[in-house]
């Protein structure tokens, strides 16, 4: 039986090398009997392969396209090189909220071999993630450890520090990981208090499961919940733009994660955003690179024309 499996994942791995094969090319390749390539074909596709046969002395097999996902085979190169992919993707948005890639991410260390997987940790030290402004720096490990403790559904202690710095261990319920673009955010529910809330996952210093069912009674929308309290976060100062577009392109030009968005007609929304200063405001503002209009407050105004005028002056 293990001679025959490791048979058929080198024959997955032949297949997948080159468009096509004859039998008698796979046979020499396997040091195998023509009526052994016959009989592991169809094996394949027992498991859900699609291998395509041309008839005839000069037909051959090749892969095609099947109905349901087969087993991938991937040899340590190949691994390490879709777990580094899988990586950067989670971290970088680039697939959308990220939740795909690392889920992924995580189906796939927890398949590797030792061996394999030692490599990757050794990698994932060593790699480091090009950030965008204002994008907190967060450890993939430490970031796979939560996803494993949402997918596990067991009650999790948890290190955290707030936006102060203080630090507490508390019990929480994972629910869901929640990528804004910028940042990752815990949604689980607070044992203690008994209230749904979001922790962002760059501040979490440690985590470990227990034994217990996490209570995951009536979850919320975790994304809503997540935009909700980040737009609802109090800042030193606020300001109200116009924006000359409808709500949807207003809503992909500025996300709800950043501003509390209200339509002004069929063609203009208007929009409240809050900032640690006037200057912060105005260099975002500005970094939007569209057309708007500063409804409140004057300093906020103020402040993107001498943040503009600086510009024109250092590029005359």
Known sequence: MIRTSSRLLRLVSLLSARPEWTCRELAERMAVTDRTVRRDITRLRDLGYGVESAPGPWGGYRLSHSTRM?????????????????????????????????????????????????????????????????????????????????????????????????????????????????????????????????????????????????????????????????????????????????LDRALETIPPTIGAHSPDGPEATVVRIGGNSTDCLAAYLLSLATPLTVLSPDEVRQAILRHAQALLTANR
């Open 70 to 246: 087969p087993p991938l085979v991937l040899d340590d190169e190949e691994a390490l090189a879709v777990a580094v992919a899988l990586r950067e993707a989670a971290l970088s948005g680039v697939l959308g909220t990220g939740e795909a890639a690392l889920a992924a991410l995580l189906k796939l260390r927890q398949s590797l071999p030792p061996h394999i997987s030692s490599h990757l940790s050794a990698l994932d030290g060593a790699l480091e993630h090009t950030r965008r402004p204002g994008e907190p720096q967060i450890n993939t490990l430490l970031l796979l450890e939560l996803a494993q403790a949402c997918h596990g559904e067991l009650r999790t202690t948890l290190s955290y520090r707030d936006h102060a710095g203080r630090a507490s261990v508390r019990a929480i319920d994972p629910y869901r990981l929640v990528h804004t673009g910028t940042r990752w955010y815990l949604v689980a529910r607070d044992v203690a208090k008994q209230q749904w809330r979001t922790f962002r996952a760059d501040r979490v210093v440690s985590v470990r499961s227990t034994t217990e069912p996490a209570d995951l009674t009536d979850p919320p929308d975790a994304a809503a919940l997540v935009s909700h309290g980040i737009a609802n976060v109090v800042y030193p100062v606020y300001t109200k733009i116009r924006l000359p577009l409808p």
